[in-house]
């Protein structure tokens, strides 16, 4: 494996990190901003990475994602993943806040995303496309930078989609109890066991090409837009 393959590697395992891991922190953090402590007696508000690893969300569907093209004869594929749920007692918030602090909870992680998106899309703009003739730390830099930002884009945007489990279908389920919509929260409850067979659908069938390829593109052009 040539040092450059290396380098590409470890910047999009790097950036994975941070997206994933600084997504779980920032929902356990607005629940705690709300009166909520579950996180953080868990010690789950740290950014120690080993804390927050989920074996099928942080290793097995990375690792699938990235190398499974490779193997097939195709380039690399794109890392997605996520980090083991930060545990929320949001009946403590709903308490405290009511149902428009459960959605802020919920969203925390996208806005995340999205926000380090932009930081990162401001940062790509600013380096200039690295050479052969420049040294290993400003190519990772700027490997790392540009991955930070297709991760945290992908991430925002397959959050928002209402899979069980995941964040948009927790909007859906605090929006339809907020306006006592019961029957549509109840649905989600009740399907929630369904939630990653809907990610492998998504993940592995065209759908994940308009559900998530088209939107990720047209964010990315957007940020990118000089």
Do not use: C
């Not at 969203?107 to 899309?121: K, P, Q």
């Not at 989600?188 to 593109?217: A, H």
């Amino acid at each position: 494996m040539e040092s450059i393959d290396l380098l590409k590697i470890l910047a999009a395992v790097l950036a994975l990190a941070v997206a994933i891991i600084g997504h779980e922190i920032m929902h356990g953090w607005v629940a705690y901003m709300y009166g909520d402590t579950t996180a953080k007696n868990a010690g789950r508000l740290s950014i120690n990475p080993l804390i927050h690893v989920d074996l099928v969300g942080t290793i097995i569907v990375p690792a699938t994602m990235y190398f499974l093209p490779m193997l097939l004869g195709g380039e690399s594929g794109f890392l997605f993943g996520w980090a083991k749920p930060v545990p929320i007692n949001m009946g403590t918030v709903i308490r405290k806040g009511g149902y428009n602090a459960a959605i802020q909870v919920d969203l925390a992680g996208i806005v995340y995303n999205f926000t380090m998106a932009v930081f990162a899309s401001i940062a790509i703009v600013a380096m200039s496309q690295p050479t052969s003739g420049d040294g290993l730390v400003y190519i990772f830099a700027y490997i790392f930078v540009f991955q930070l930002l297709i991760i945290n884009v992908v991430l925002g945007v397959f959050n928002l989609l209402p899979i069980p489990q995941f964040d948009g279908a927790n909007v859906v389920i605090h929006l339809a109890l907020k306006h006592k919509i019961n029957a549509l929260a109840e649905f989600f409850y009740k399907n929630e066991r369904y939630g990653i067979i809907v990610v492998l659908v998504v993940l592995m069938t065209p759908l994940k090409d308009y559900l998530l390829l088209l939107p990720v593109q047209t964010i990315l052009a957007l940020l990118l837009k000089s």
